[in-house]
């Protein structure tokens, strides 16, 4: 009993070491994060018909961030604006951007939690993360030293990004291991690159027209 009792005590003395770290005063990533997405599974080979992405790329910026889906015939760009706090689908091409959410239900809140489980992406240690769904589980696998600022997105409403799942403290995924019945999707970081992005870059640009729906889709 009395061993039992040292191996709670130690456990959970790691459990708060580690949320601890994940709370402690980091400064925040600024720049762009590569990702290569494979999906597997008897759901993945229907899904090859439809050319999904092989790339992910992430662009972020104080509480600004861009996810472009890649390596498509008909690429998706996704820029949140946290001045209007709306998601919006960006169309360089014909100079527009469609409300992305408008008509989207806000995604409901599932905790992430640590499972102990660690790996190393690009020389870089990672902590695994569960979110439990009743129709899916993800294992997030993220690093202290890659996150954004919380605190800059309070009020957002709008703001649902996959670094922003609670628990993660916003700590940045650098893998993401989607499973559901006969798929599996692996998203993990190819590169990092951390820079100073241009204040207009993640803004659309003033001669765009804003559409309130994408009809496209």
């Known amino acids: 009993m009395t061993r039992c009792r040292g191996i709670l005590f130690l456990l959970g003395g790691v459990l708060l070491a580690q949320g601890e770290a994940f709370r402690a005063p980091a400064p925040p990533f600024e720049g762009a994060i590569f990702y290569k997405v494979k999906a597997k599974g ?43 706090d709306w998601t919006y689908v960006v169309d360089p091409k014909n100079k527009r951007a469609f409300k992305y959410e408008k008509y989207r239900k806000k995604a409901k809140n599932y905790p992430a939690t640590y499972i102990g489980d660690s790996l190393q992406i690009l020389g870089i240690w990672c902590y695994a ?3 439990k769904k009743p129709d899916e589980e993800i294992i997030y696998y993220v690093s202290p030293k890659y996150r954004v600022d919380v605190s800059l997105f309070a009020g957002k409403k709008r703001a649902q990004a996959f670094f922003l799942n609670e628990g993660l403290y916003g700590a940045i995924p650098l893998k993401m291991i989607r499973k559901k019945e006969g798929l599996t999707i692996e998203v993990t970081a190819a590169k990092i690159q951390p820079m100073r992005l241009g204040p207009e870059s993640l803004k659309i640009p003033k001669d765009y027209t804003i559409w309130g729906y994408d009809y496209r889709r």
């Not at 509480?63 to 015939?73: C, F, K, P, Q, T």
């Open 42 to 84: 008897e759901v993945a080979e229907a899904l090859q018909e439809n050319n999904p992405p092989t790339e992910l790329q992430l662009y972020i910026q104080g509480n600004r961030y861009l996810v472009n889906e890649a390596g498509i015939d008909f690429a998706i760009s996704r820029l949140y604006d946290p001045d209007s």
């Open 129 to 131: 993360f569960r979110v």
